[in-house]
Every structure is written in structure tokens, then in C-alpha cells.
């Protein structure tokens, strides 16, 4: 497999394997459509062939899919908060846009790898010591995490359907360089470096299953390589012991800041997520790198408000509207 349909590779996590991928050797093709969330400099110095345009572009999607070994799907509207404001775009781009580029994939016989996530599975209770596996019964809370279900569900007919050569990962919480600063722990980050208060919605005892970008990357290039047709593969790097308020405490520490402030609570703010990812481990022989100490995010963390710090102008033109509008909403 040599060259890649990479979907929303102007993203967070979609630029960041780009990255990777061209790294190790693979040609890539982007498709995105710059909303908010897509930056053309998240790309400087990839050498990729980038085309701007939208995953529902029937036309378009035909056009690129057909010249390619394999798609992997990033592309999607990917903001809870944004999707309790407003879930139409989440619908559009997260199941019409995955329906089209399924589509495209069957009339040419295209290897799909579709990227999910952990909160199609609901969350757990704070002292449910369990994890979700891939056979957990699929409970989304939002509507951004029902129509990423949705996209699945959609992925996984195509499979049985129509013999559709694909893989689906679902991850948990991300974080490192390139992230948007609507997402929690570069808000906080740059929070600080702008000298506002770090904002934690509600009590703070919400547990999030968090993983570095780059690991999250090596498990999708891993799948793409070695993975079984037809499956589905969990990642998470077994953070599920940390909960936002001990970030929030980490990153301040890190930073040398003191406090922060209680907001508004997300409404139907899912409590916990915690991944089993022994199948991709035990089959595949993929670990994280990203491990140290109690909360296995001291590096990773580090490594990431470096980043922050060092590229002021990346994220500075997005701060002030992002703030604004967690204003608007008490957060
Ligand atoms: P992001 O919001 O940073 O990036 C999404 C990208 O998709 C942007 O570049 C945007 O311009 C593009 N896009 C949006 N709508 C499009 C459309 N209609 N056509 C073409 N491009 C479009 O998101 P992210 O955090 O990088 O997430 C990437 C994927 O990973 C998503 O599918 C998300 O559900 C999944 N995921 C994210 C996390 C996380 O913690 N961020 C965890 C698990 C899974
Ligand atoms: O300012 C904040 N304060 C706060 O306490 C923000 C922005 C968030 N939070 C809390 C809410 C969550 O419990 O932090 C946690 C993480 O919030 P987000 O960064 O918005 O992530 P989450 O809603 O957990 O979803 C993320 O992980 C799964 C990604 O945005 C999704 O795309 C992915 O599917």
C-alpha cells in the first residue's frame, strides 16, 4: 500500500499522521475542507498533493479515490460543545460525508480505514472499573458521538454488504502538537500563556482515557499494514485512572501557574471512558510510547506546551474568538 487518501489531514490528528506517514515513505493525498478546524500550515514542509474540498463532493471523492491504494478517514466535525450549538454540519460531514467516501471506495475496490472514537460506546460511571472492548453495545451520548456511531454502523454494512476491504479504529482522547484550542488540554494550556484562568467544567471528576497523537498514529499505520479485514481495534493507552482536575493540577504544575476556575458543566457530560485495546496489542504488537509515571502523561504533556510555546502563531489567531464563544455559553 503506497499511496494514502488521508480525509481531514489538515486536522489535529489527520496532519499529524500525514506527518508520520510521509515519513515512513508512503505518498499522500489530502482531502479537506478547511473548515475552523483545518489549517493548510499544519501541512508546512509535508510534502503531500493537498486538495481543498469536502468529503460529500460525490465528484470529487470519485476522483481522488479512484487513484489511490487505500482512504483513511479523519474528516469530521469533532467538537461535542460545537455540536450541542449547532449538529447539522456533525450529521453532514460525520455520516453523509463517510456514506460518500464508502461509496467511492466499493465502485473501486478501495482499502478503507475509517477513524473513530471511544464515545460511540457511552461512557461509565466513575467507579465502574470496566473497560470498553470492541463487542461493548454502542451507547452515544451527543450528537457528535451518534453520528460518529452512525458512521460506523454505515462502515461496517459496507463490509458485510459489499465485501468492502476496511478497518475501523476507535481511540480515546488525544492530545499533542496541533490541536485546536477549543479542545481541553491546549485550552488550558493556552489559557495560561495568555494569562487566563484554566477553566475545568463542573466538579472536574470526569476520567478521560488519554493517548499522544503520535501513538494514536503508530496504531492506525499498524492496522493499515497488518490489521484483519472486517475488524475492529480499540486503542488507548490505559490512562484511565486520570481525571480532568488532575490534568488541569498537571498542566499548572508543569507550567508553574497557580489555580483555576470551576465553569458550567457540559450538559450530559459522559463521566468516563476507558478503552481495552488488548486485541490490538496481543494481534498486532502495537504499545504506546507515551507511558511514564502515575498519570503517563508527564512527557507527553511537556513535549506538548513546548509546542504550544514555541508556536504562538499557530493557535494565537483562533484564541480570542474560541474564548469568546465559551464565554457565550458560561465556560
Ligand atoms: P479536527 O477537528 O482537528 O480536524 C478535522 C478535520 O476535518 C479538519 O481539518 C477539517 O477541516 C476537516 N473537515 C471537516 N469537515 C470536512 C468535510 N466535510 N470535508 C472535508 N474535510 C472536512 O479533528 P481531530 O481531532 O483531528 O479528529 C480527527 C478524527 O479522529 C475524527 O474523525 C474524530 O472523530 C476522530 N477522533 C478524535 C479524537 C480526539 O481526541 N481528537 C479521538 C478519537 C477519535
Ligand atoms: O475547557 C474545558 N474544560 C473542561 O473541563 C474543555 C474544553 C473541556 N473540559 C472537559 C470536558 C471533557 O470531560 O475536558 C474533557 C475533554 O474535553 P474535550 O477536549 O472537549 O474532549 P471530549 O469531549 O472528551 O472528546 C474528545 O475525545 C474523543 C474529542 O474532542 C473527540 O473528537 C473524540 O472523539
Known amino acids: 500500500m503506497t499511496r494514502l487518501l488521508v480525509t481531514g489531514g489538515a486536522g489535529f490528528i489527520g496532519a499529524n499522521f500525514a506527518r508520520l506517514a ?3 515513505g508512503l505518498e499522500v493525498v489530502v482531502l479537506d475542507k478547511l473548515t475552523y478546524a483545518g489549517n493548510r500550515k499544519n501541512l508546512a514542509g509535508v510534502d503531500v498533493e493537498f486538495h481543498e474540498g469536502d468529503v460529500c463532493d460525490e465528484a470529487l471523492v470519485d476522483k481522488l479515490t479512484r487513484t489511490v491504494d487505500a ?13 450541542l450549538d449547532d449538529p447539522r454540519p456533525f450529521v453532514d460531514t ?9 461509496e467511492a471506495a466499493r465502485q473501486h475496490d478501495v482499502r478503507f480505514h475509517h477513524i473513530s472514537t471511544d464515545e460511540v460506546y457511552g461512557d461509565l460511571a466513575l467507579d465502574d472499573p470496566q473497560r470498553f472492548t470492541e463487542t461493548t453495545a454502542y451507547r452515544p451520548s451527543s450528537p457528535y458521538s451518534a453520528t460518529k456511531a452512525g458512521s460506523d ?6 463490509v458485510r454488504s459489499f465485501g468492502l476491504r476496511a478497518t475501523i479504529s476507535n481511540c480515546s482522547n488525544n492530545y499533542g502538537p496541533y490541536q485546536h484550542v477549543e479542545k481541553f488540554i491546549p485550552r488550558q494550556i493556552t489559557n495560561i500563556l495568555t494569562g487566563r484562568t484554566p477553566k475545568l467544567y463542573g466538579t472536574g471528576e470526569q476520567v478521560r482515557d488519554w493517548i499522544h ?14 490489521g484483519r479485514l472486517g475488524e475492529t481495534y480499540n486503542i488507548g493507552a490505559d490512562n484511565d485512572h486520570v481525571s480532568n482536575k488532575q490534568v488541569i493540577e498537571l498542566i499548572c504544575e508543569l507550567m508553574g501557574a497557580e489555580g483555576y476556575e470551576h465553569v458550567a458543566d457540559r450538559p450530559g457530560h459522559d463521566q468516563r471512558y476507558a478503552m481495552n485495546s488488548t486485541k490490538l496489542r496481543e494481534e498486532l504488537g502495537w504499545r504506546p510510547r507515551y507511558t511514564d509515571n502515575h498519570t503517563g502523561m ?14 504562538e502563531s499557530w493557535w494565537l489567531p483562533a484564541k480570542k474568538r474560541t474564548e469568546d464563544h465559551y464565554r457565550e455559553r458560561g465556560q
Open 213 to 226: 497523537v503520535d501513538d494514536h498514529n503508530e496504531a492506525v499505520l499498524t492496522i493499515l499494514a497488518k
Open 22 to 24: 510521509v515519513s515512513r
Open 94 to 102: 460525520n455520516v453523509t460525508g463517510t456514506f460518500t467516501l464508502l
Open 71 to 83: 482512504v483513511v478517514h479523519f474528516a469530521a466535525e469533532s467538537h461535542n460543545d460545537n455540536s
Open 298 to 311: 508527564r512527557q507527553g504533556l511537556q513535549q506538548t506546551i513546548a509546542w504550544y510555546r514555541d508556536n
Open 153 to 158: 454502523h454505515l462502515v461496517r454494512a459496507w
